[in-house]
T-cell receptor, first 112, second 114 residues
Framework: KQEVTQIPAALSVPEGENLVLNCSFTDSAIYNLQWFRQDPGKGLTSLLLIQSSQREQTSGRLNASLDKSSGRSTLYIAASQPGDSATYLCAVNRGATNKLIFGTGTLLAVQP | EAQVTQNPRYLITVTGKKLTVTCSQNMNHEYMSWYRQDPGLGLRQIYYSMNVEVTDKGDVPEGYKVSRKEKRNFPLILESPSPNQTSLYFC?????????????FGPGTRLTVT
């Protein structure tokens, strides 16, 4: 059974810092991995999608990497801003049903 | 604007009173699904649909029904809600049911069953 873990569960950093969020999964047979942010009352916003054949994806200040063999992905946020404060979720897609298996999330607070 | 919409956003109801949560997408997506989010359990899939008239159970389908009569709509039906269905519900869609596409989520429906 695929399990997805995110560490740390919560993180507080001062504005301007670069930071890394971690995502681990137990079964390396995944098709892709997607990073989301969740804001209270605003649902899930897709940030980046990495296919299993890719090593990384970049969007603005965000960079996500994928190491399938070790079952890990990282989300790097450069020059953090208070507006980056949210819960960040990773999700792996490994089944024929296109189901996403979500991690437990990292609650990020960026202090002004 | 391309989006997934859900209605209502908030709902408080009583045990046993049938309700429907609507989900609609304007992106002509084939694949749609429903998830529920609970503290400590994360997001879990309830039902999914590969295309019109094609639906199947996810991990936690008990107590729920769905239908997919049109491509854009995928309502979630609770025939006899119970307190253990109190949760935050998300609808999602993707262009195709294959595993190479991003999935897009709606804003969520917070349901409380008393």
């Amino acid at each position: 059974k695929q399990e997805v873990t995110q560490i740390p569960a919560a993180l507080s950093v001062p504005e301007g810092e670069n930071l890394v969020l971690n995502c681990s999964f137990t079964d390396s047979a995944i098709y892709n991995l997607q990073w989301f942010r969740q804001d209270p009352g605003k649902g899930l916003t897709s940030l980046l999608l990495i296919q299993s054949s890719q090593r990384e994806q970049t969007s603005g200040r965000l960079n996500a990497s994928l190491d399938k063999s070790s079952g890990r992905s990282t989300l790097y946020i450069a020059a953090s801003q208070p507006g980056d404060s949210a819960t960040y979720l990773c999700a792996v897609n490994r089944g024929a049903t296109n189901k996403l298996i979500f991690g437990t999330g990292t609650l990020l607070a960026v202090q002004p | 604007e391309a989006q997934v919409t859900q209605n209502p956003r908030y709902l408080i109801t009583v045990t046993g009173k049938k309700l429907t949560v609507t989900c609609s997408q304007n992106m002509n997506h084939e694949y749609m699904s429903w998830y529920r989010q609970d503290p400590g359990l994360g997001l879990r899939q309830i039902y999914y649909s590969m295309n019109v008239e094609v639906t199947d159970k996810g991990d936690v389908p008990e107590g729920y029904k769905v239908s997919r009569k049109e491509k854009r709509n995928f309502p979630l039906i609770l025939e006899s809600p119970s307190p253990n269905q109190t949760s935050l519900y998300f609808c999602a869609s993707s262009p195709k049911p294959t595993r190479t596409y991003e999935q897009y989520f709606g804003p969520g429906t917070r349901l409380t069953v008393t």
